[in-house]
T-cell receptor, first 114, second 117 residues
Framework: AQKVTQAQTEISVVEKEDVTLDCVYE???????LFWYKQPPSGELVFLIR??????QNEISGRYSWNFQKSTSSFNFTITASQVVDSAVYFC???????????FGIGTKLQVIP | DAGVIQSPRHEVTEMGQEVTLRCKPI?????LFWYRQTMMRGLELLIY????????DSGMPEDRFSAKMPNASFSTLKIQPSEPRDSAVYFC???????????????FGPGTRLTVL
């Protein structure tokens, strides 16, 4: 069975602080895909990143970085120097290789305080 | 390029009425997904289509829900009769699945906020 755990329900940080959102997944598949999505207060879901199970290389995109560790089944997301515009709900998701069905975590609500 | 288009953006109806939600996927995408989001249950996949064919509808709550995809550019989600517990935000998403079938990111529409009184 596929499972995604985002243990942090809500996080509050002061602007310019760094923050890490945790994501732990469970799967029996050897090929799988991990995703992060952002849902700002306006409600739309915005795709941020996809990572394949065979590629453990970490990725950095501006202030965003992702740390994928198969040994701990984690795919954590760090925002450096957070800004108020980063305030949103962030979802981690897991997809199976060869299938399109994706399992979403419950989301972490991030509030960045000015 | 236009993203996923959903209509209406908001729908308020009375219990027992039929509700039809509409979705236009991104042109060229071959998979389409319907999700429901509520505070209690989070984001749930209701059904998804690949090349207009329903692949997995195990998330459809009950027979009151039905979905169709008559062509590659249009899908509907219908609730008949609607009930107050159906109140939620309904998202449509699409993706491009290569022939290898490997997973690809989904692009979401703005959602339809449904309120059933």
């Amino acid at each position: 069975a596929q499972k995604v755990t985002q243990a942090q329900t809500e996080i509050s940080v002061v602007e310019k602080e760094d923050v890490t959102l945790d994501c732990v997944y469970e799967t029996r598949d050897t090929t799988y895909y991990l995703f992060w999505y952002k849902q700002p207060p306006s409600g739309e879901l915005v795709f941020l990143i996809r990572r394949n199970s065979f590629d453990e290389q970490n990725e950095i995109s501006g202030r965003y970085s992702w740390n994928f560790q198969k040994s701990t089944s984690s795919f954590n997301f760090t925002i450096t120097a957070s800004q108020v515009v980063d305030s949103a709900v962030y979802f981690c998701a897991l997809g199976r290789g060869g299938y399109q069905k994706v399992t979403f975590g419950i989301g972490t609500k991030l509030q960045v305080i000015p | 390029d236009a993203g996923v288009i959903q209509s209406p953006r908001h729908e308020v109806t009375e219990m027992g009425q039929e509700v039809t939600l509409r979705c236009k996927p991104i042109s060229g995408h071959n998979s389409l997904f319907w999700y429901r989001q509520t505070m209690m249950r989070g984001l749930e996949l209701l059904i998804y289509f690949n090349n207009n064919v329903p692949i997995d509808d195990s998330g459809m709550p009950e027979d009151r829900f039905s979905a169709k995809m008559p062509n590659a550019s249009f899908s509907t989600l219908k609730i008949q009769p609607s009930e107050p517990r159906d109140s939620a935000v309904y998202f449509c998403a699409s993706s491009l699945v290569p022939t290898s079938g490997v997973g690809n990111e989904q692009f979401f529409g703005p959602g339809t906020r449904l309120t059933v009184l």
